[in-house]
Structure formats: structure tokens, C-alpha cells
């Protein structure tokens, strides 16, 4: 048998399989049979050196029926119940289902989630979730991104800011566990270790001289979030993030009552600028009274919220320890599909004790945020208000 003769037969029995890695070279190859190039024996070589992938003999979506729930919780960092929950609103909601168009039978929306969550939960290469799933390493990576794209457009869903309504509640629930009055949120930036662009090492290297991204967020008393930003570069400093966030700016065009009714506000560091809404510690310049030291005791009790909320995070979802991308915008959605995933993970009273200590971020009080002499002014006066309500 000749090379060409050999040559076709090769690439038809990969032609067979669909291997869109093979089927590029189809070109290349028919040039070689119509103008006997000399190239026949490289691009023969080509095929033959490629390796066959061994699959597992039983593939896990065969025996996850059988997981007791405490693994099926592990793995997946969801309980089943919940899982089923999160398939129902994806079915309806999003768009995972592609018709059979001929070859390999597209995988169900149920597998295709359970790949994602395995990916998310885990720190483990595509490849290692490839091996697991019984699937190419190409298919992990187009179904992770198409389910996380579709997480992240229920974001609005599962991330709301509250209404007027729910404020109340939420400021009853705060105040229930600390006794800080007019507390709707929690406000503090987190760092995410990623692999910064090349020609950008500068921008994204931040106080640890680890690469990462920061997320500004703000939640409940009982974890949740209301408002994420995130892919902000890590040399940022928060009150930078923060002045460039959609919180900030929907206040400086519509004024603070239209986030915070006229009554509530925010506990934030000192990295931020204490504002009416927006109520921070008093700063030690080594003259603070007893008073003052109780109070920011208490209001860093209350604050401490978000720090356990970063933490519930990136102790569910390990992937977030370090997001193994350069592509900024992607490791953005990344965060982002887990914040949905968090909160819909508590609203359905899913808890896990995993937690991870927030750690990489450091209170920088250099930086401020431009706030009028009269929104300072009226800041200090209701800190000073909820100093003698609070304090004796």
C-alpha cells in the first residue's frame, strides 16, 4: 500500500469519529492527493502520532444516582435536592439544550451542570474533570463556559439591590445581631489570584505581589449578596473600585435616597470615606476615647459580615483560590456565576461549613473617594448620633 492509499485510510477513520482536530486537515490532505505534494509523509506522521484517549469504564453520570448525599454534597457543593432545583430554573430560564444534529448525542443539561459544578468546586485541571466525566477535555471547556455564561445572565435574578421594603427586614436582621441600627449592608473589597495579562503584570499585581482581580461587594447579615463588581485590577485601591461601581455612581446622579430611602446605610473600613450612608470606624491617631474604641468594636462585629461571606465563597466554590486565566473578562463571569450559585445555594437553605479566611486584602486608608464637604459633614454628624446611641 502505497502512502497516499495509507494516508486516506487514516484520515477516513478519523474523518468517522468527528474529530473536529483532524477534520482542519482535510484540505491539506486532499492537496495531496490531487498535486502529489511531498508532503504526505509529514502530515501521515501527523495523524498516526495522535494519541487515543482512554476512557473510564464506568463514567460518573452512571453512578451518581447511587451517591450517598453527604459525596453527591461534596462534590458538587450543593445538596441534590437543590441540584434538581438549579436543572429546573436552567431548563426554563437558560439556553443549555442544542438539537441532535448528527454525530455524538449532545450531552443533557443535567450532565452539562454537573460538569461545571464539579469544575467550579474544585482545583483540578480540565483535563482531571475530562477523565471524571467520560468527555473530552475541548467539551469541558465549551460546556463550563456556556453554563457559566447562562448562570450569569440570572445574576439579576439571584443578585438584587433591596426594595424599601426588604431594607427594613434586612435592618432588623442585622440589628438583631448586633444591636448597630439602619444596617442594610456590608461593604468591602476581595481579591482573586488569576494569571494577569503579559503586557499588563503591573496593573493587576497588588499589595501581596500576588496577580488577581478584586470584587466590591456588599451583603446581608445572613450572607447574601446585593451588589458584586468585579475584574477591577488588583493594584486598585477599594475607595478607586469603589467610586467607579454602579452604587456609587447611581448615588452621585440620583442622590443616596434612591438606594437608601432616606434612613439606611452601609458599614465599611476605613478604606472608605464615612458618608450618611455609608457609616465607617472612627481613626485612631492615637486619641480615641473609650466611647469611640467600643464603638468601632461593635460596628467591626457588625462589618464582619462580608468578610464571612468572601470566605462561605471561596470555601464553596475552590476554584476561586486561584482562577487559572489570563482572560480577564473570564474570570470575571467566573466570580460572577458563583455569586449566583451562592445565593441561590442559601435562599434554598443549602449551607456548607467550608470557610475560608479572607485574608488578601489590607485596609489602605491613603486613597479617598471625592465626597463634598457637605455629605462628610452630615456623615460625621450621624456617626456621631449612632456613637451616643449605641454608646453610653
Same mark, same amino acid.
Given at each position: 500500500?502505497?502512502?497516499?492509499?495509507?494516508?486516506?485510510?487514516?484520515?477516513?477513520?478519523?474523518?468517522?469519529?468527528?474529530?473536529?482536530?483532524?477534520?482542519?486537515?482535510?484540505?491539506?490532505?486532499?492537496?495531496?492527493?490531487?498535486?502529489?505534494?511531498?508532503?504526505?509523509?509529514?502530515?501521515?506522521?501527523?495523524?498516526?502520532?495522535?494519541?487515543?484517549?482512554?476512557?473510564?469504564?464506568?463514567?460518573?453520570?452512571?453512578?451518581?444516582?447511587?451517591?450517598?448525599?453527604?459525596?453527591?454534597?461534596?462534590?458538587?457543593?450543593?445538596?441534590?435536592?437543590?441540584?434538581?432545583?438549579?436543572?429546573?430554573?436552567?431548563?426554563?430560564?437558560?439556553?443549555?439544550?442544542?438539537?441532535?444534529?448528527? /454525530?455524538?448525542?449532545?450531552?443533557?443539561?443535567?450532565?452539562?451542570?454537573?460538569?461545571?459544578?464539579?469544575?467550579?468546586?474544585?482545583?483540578?485541571?480540565?483535563?482531571?474533570?475530562?477523565?471524571?466525566?467520560?468527555?473530552?477535555?475541548?467539551?469541558?471547556?465549551?460546556?463550563?463556559?456556556?453554563?457559566?455564561?447562562?448562570?450569569?445572565?440570572?445574576?439579576?435574578?439571584?443578585?438584587?439591590?433591596?426594595?424599601?421594603?426588604?431594607?427594613?427586614?434586612?435592618?432588623?436582621?442585622?440589628?438583631?445581631?448586633?444591636?448597630?441600627?439602619?444596617?442594610? /449592608?456590608?461593604?468591602?473589597?476581595?481579591?482573586?489570584?488569576?494569571?494577569?495579562?503579559?503586557?499588563?503584570?503591573?496593573?493587576? $499585581?497588588?499589595?501581596?505581589?500576588?496577580?488577581?482581580?478584586?470584587?466590591?461587594?456588599?451583603?446581608?447579615?445572613?450572607?447574601?449578596?446585593?451588589?458584586?463588581?468585579?475584574?477591577?485590577?488588583?493594584?486598585?485601591?477599594?475607595?478607586?473600585?469603589?467610586?467607579?461601581?454602579?452604587?456609587?455612581?447611581?448615588?452621585?446622579?440620583?442622590?443616596?435616597?434612591?438606594?437608601?430611602?432616606?434612613?439606611?446605610?452601609?458599614?465599611?473600613?476605613?478604606?472608605?470615606?464615612?458618608?450618611?450612608?455609608?457609616?465607617?470606624?472612627?481613626?485612631?491617631? /492615637?486619641?480615641?476615647?473609650?466611647?469611640?474604641?467600643?464603638?468601632?468594636?461593635?460596628?467591626?462585629? $457588625?462589618?464582619?459580615?462580608?468578610?464571612?461571606?468572601?470566605?462561605?465563597?471561596?470555601?464553596?466554590?475552590?476554584?476561586?483560590?486561584?482562577?487559572?486565566?489570563?482572560?480577564?473578562?473570564?474570570?470575571?463571569?467566573?466570580?460572577?456565576?458563583?455569586?449566583?450559585?451562592?445565593?441561590?445555594?442559601?435562599?434554598?437553605?443549602?449551607?456548607?461549613?467550608?470557610?475560608?479566611?479572607?485574608?488578601?486584602?489590607?485596609?489602605? $486608608?491613603?486613597?479617598?473617594?471625592?465626597?463634598?464637604?457637605?455629605?462628610?459633614?452630615?456623615?460625621?454628624?450621624?456617626?456621631?448620633?449612632?456613637?451616643?446611641?449605641?454608646?453610653?
Amino acid at each position: 500500500m502505497n502512502d497516499e492509499s495509507e494516508l486516506v485510510l487514516v484520515m477516513l477513520s478519523y474523518i468517522m469519529e468527528s474529530q473536529s482536530t483532524v477534520l482542519k486537515y482535510r484540505q491539506l490532505c486532499w492537496n495531496v492527493l490531487q498535486y502529489k505534494r511531498k508532503t504526505n509523509l509529514r502530515i501521515l506522521k501527523l495523524l498516526l502520532s495522535r494519541q487515543s484517549h482512554i476512557r473510564l469504564q464506568n463514567p460518573i453520570d452512571t453512578i451518581i444516582k447511587d451517591y450517598v448525599d453527604s459525596d453527591f454534597h461534596s462534590h458538587f457543593r450543593m445538596m441534590r435536592q437543590t441540584f434538581f432545583k438549579l436543572v429546573q430554573i436552567c431548563l426554563k430560564e437558560c439556553n443549555l439544550t442544542k438539537k441532535y444534529s448528527g /454525530g455524538n448525542q449532545p450531552l443533557s443539561v443535567e450532565k452539562k451542570i454537573l460538569i461545571t459544578l464539579w469544575y467550579l468546586a474544585k482545583e483540578g485541571s480540565m483535563g482531571s474533570v475530562a477523565e471524571v466525566f467520560n468527555v473530552a477535555r475541548s467539551t469541558v471547556k465549551c460546556v463550563t463556559r456556556d453554563v457559566i455564561l447562562e448562570l450569569c445572565k440570572l445574576s439579576p435574578k439571584f443578585i438584587a439591590w433591596p426594595s424599601k421594603e426588604d431594607a427594613l427586614i434586612l435592618a432588623k436582621d442585622f440589628q438583631s445581631r448586633s444591636d448597630f441600627p439602619d444596617v442594610i /449592608g456590608a461593604i468591602d473589597g476581595s481579591h482573586f489570584c488569576i494569571k494577569a495579562p503579559l503586557d499588563q503584570q503591573d496593573c493587576y $499585581t497588588d499589595r501581596k505581589l500576588n496577580k488577581s482581580i478584586i470584587m466590591q461587594a456588599i451583603c446581608t447579615s445572613n450572607f447574601l449578596f446585593t451588589n458584586v463588581n468585579i475584574g477591577y485590577p488588583g493594584r486598585l485601591h477599594d475607595a478607586r473600585v469603589f467610586s467607579n461601581s454602579d452604587v456609587f455612581k447611581k448615588i452621585e446622579t440620583e442622590g443616596p435616597k434612591s438606594l437608601f430611602y432616606g434612613k439606611y446605610h452601609l458599614l465599611g473600613d476605613l478604606a472608605y470615606t464615612n458618608t450618611s450612608w455609608l457609616i465607617t470606624p472612627f481613626k485612631d491617631y /492615637g486619641n480615641l476615647t473609650i466611647r469611640h474604641r467600643k464603638f468601632n468594636t461593635k460596628l467591626s462585629k $457588625t462589618r464582619v459580615a462580608i468578610e464571612n461571606t468572601f470566605g462561605l465563597l471561596k470555601g464553596r466554590w475552590r476554584r476561586l483560590l486561584f482562577i487559572d486565566t489570563n482572560n480577564i473578562k473570564m474570570a470575571s463571569i467566573i466570580i460572577l456565576a458563583t455569586c449566583v450559585l451562592h445565593n441561590f445555594c442559601l435562599l434554598n437553605d443549602d449551607f456548607l461549613d467550608t470557610f475560608i479566611r479572607d485574608e488578601n486584602d489590607m485596609v489602605n $486608608t491613603h486613597q479617598r473617594v471625592e465626597t463634598s464637604r457637605v455629605e462628610i459633614r452630615t456623615g460625621e454628624e450621624k456617626r456621631r448620633d449612632l456613637l451616643n446611641l449605641l454608646i453610653q
